[in-house]
């Protein structure tokens, strides 16, 4: 049989989604759940999102250190911005172009770092749908599995069901009413749960900088046509697929939640509200500074950051500080009255 080029190309990670499948699979039949049902298949696939997110920690550690560079270098940016703000120029574009990477470079940032995590899980959210979408040639014995999903139990995949629908039925391409509800059912969460993570992003864990320019105005739109696009493209996808896609959002929402409470940005209110729980327990709370990046107050905001808008100017001697030794002074020698 022969197997197009997509097929092809993402038959190593079907392989691998397979294998993930039948072993969870097998695992909850070891603990008495039917190996018929749907939610035996549906936890399974529950079960490769964690095994999936738990592999991607060590790149969401370091999204997490992209965006805070990228929040904190959002004045230089501006700067940058600025500076060149209404010049068209070809010299003008290129030594922004060049400023910026200098930027980049010099702070050790990578705007890019902060998408690998979900551009890597596309590749896998695409093995599930061909594993998915195929259940019934393979069960049919038309194609031949790229793991241990043979035809019994692609037969039994495709059979299982919840609510009345089964795991590989899409709203557009099956007639059961079952199956559109529990679709709308589930891109309906797949949205509030994407906006709700993105939104608490932006309420809580960015500072007043990140929140203007264009990075802010990139994250505002993501906040409302994400959802939309799931709203849009999940009448396409398998009821398995939109199992997957919810129950990667519910992780992210959830680590998205220790990272602003344990993690949160430099600048922003959670970092304010941790600094303040630090403080009442004794602790000291230690900030996130970038390399190469310089962290100099502005003389307006060392002004006014006194709550007066002006620097105070004492005439008074600089007082010692605890625990500081003085140092002694030398004293002026007397000088002998003469005798008359």
């Known amino acids: ?20 499948l039948v072993a969870f699979h097998r695992g909850f039949e070891l603990i008495g759940m039917p190996g018929d049902s749907g939610w035996t298949w549906a936890f399974s696939i529950a079960g490769l999102v964690v095994v999936i997110r738990t592999l991607l920690i060590p790149l969401f550690v370091r999204q997490i250190q992209s965006s805070r560079r990228m929040q904190l270098i959002q004045p230089e940016m501006q700067k940058i911005q600025k500076k060149y703000k209404g010049r068209t120029d070809p010299e003008s574009r290129q030594a922004m172009s060049q400023e910026t990477m200098d930027l980049y470079k010099r702070t050790g940032t990578n705007p890019l770092s902060s998408c690998m995590p979900i551009l890597l899980q596309m590749p896998i959210f695409f093995a599930l749908f061909s594993v998915l979408n195929n259940l019934g040639r393979v069960a049919s014995g038309q194609r031949i599995s790229a793991g241990p999903l043979g035809q019994q139990l692609a037969a039994q995949a495709e059979q299982s069901d919840i609510f009345g629908a089964n795991l590989s039925a899409t709203f557009l391409y099956s007639g059961s009413l079952s199956a559109k509800i529990v679709t709308v059912v589930l891109i309906i969460l797949m949205s509030v749960t994407t906006f709700t993570t993105q939104h608490q992003l932006m309420r809580k864990n960015m500072p007043a900088s990140a929140l203007e320019g264009p990075f802010a105005q990139q994250q505002k739109i993501m906040l409302y046509v ?6 849009i493209s999940g009448v396409n996808f398998p009821i398995g697929v939109l199992i997957y896609w919810f129950v990667t959002n519910l992780w992210s929402m959830g680590q998205q939640f220790y990272v602003i409470n344990r993690m949160p940005a430099p600048g922003s209110p959670a970092e304010r509200a941790l600094e303040e729980r630090r403080r009442r327990r004794g602790k000291e709370h230690k900030k996130f500074s970038v390399p190469g990046l310089s962290h100099e107050q502005p003389a307006e905001e060392a002004a006014g950051s006194s709550g007066t808008g002006a620097t105070a100017v004492s005439d008074e001697p600089p007082r010692r500080v605890s625990g500081q030794r003085e140092q002694p002074r030398r004293q002026q020698p007397k000088r002998k009255k003469r005798k008359r």
Not at 6 to 11: D, G, K, M, Q
Not at 226 to 231: E, H, I, N, T
């Open 226 to 231: 994400l959802p939309l696009v799931f709203a």
């Open 1 to 20: 049989m022969e197997r197009s080029f997509w097929e092809t190309l993402l038959w190593p990670l079907e392989w691998f989604v397979e294998w993930v």
